[in-house]
């Protein structure tokens, strides 16, 4: 089974499993999303301005006996009422706990929509578990600082 399919699949067991609340989740997400606005990048295309933010998700559990650690990534650009996004998704060894796309890289998995709507749908529903208070849930949240690099998107 491909890489993409198997992550499908966990993902999909996963998201039932912690609606049972049956697993414990470790969740460190970064996001410039609440920085001040005159702090965020702007990338201007067609003449228009749109402000970037970015968001990096760690999730870590045991899943079948295994550890399972899933990265996600998105860059989010939004121009007054309009958005538009780009989504990665990553499969590093359990070592790797560094937010940068270029040192993650070499453990992309190709994501198709299914599977960037099941890793959306795995945050949804560890948000939910928070809100009821789940202790099975551990979930960090912090600001990170987003610097383009010219020419970089």
């Known amino acids: 089974m491909k890489k993409e399919e198997q992550l499908l699949n966990d993902l999909t067991e996963l998201i039932k499993e912690t609606q049972k ?9 970064q996001t410039t999303e609440y920085n001040d606005l005159q702090e965020k990048p702007v990338h201007e295309e067609d003449g228009e301005r749109w402000i970037v933010d970015e968001c990096f998700v760690s999730y870590e559990c045991t899943h079948k006996g295994k550890d399972f650690l899933l990265i ?9 009422q309009k958005k538009k996004s780009c989504n990665l998704l ?13 040192t993650l ?18 945050w949804l529903t560890i948000l939910e578990k928070c809100k009821d ?20 998107i």
């Open 105 to 122: 890289a070499p453990y992309a998995v190709k994501a198709d929509q299914m599977l960037t709507y099941e890793a959306h749908m795995l």
């Open 90 to 102: 990553f499969m590093p060894p359990m070592g790797i706990r560094f937010y940068d796309v270029d």
């Open 133 to 152: 208070k789940s202790e099975r849930i551990k979930l960090d949240v912090s600001p990170r600082k987003l610097v383009l690099e010219q020419g970089a």
């Open 72 to 80: 996600t990534y998105e860059q989010i650009f939004t121009c007054g």
């Open 21 to 29: 609340n049956k697993v414990d989740w470790k969740v460190d997400c």
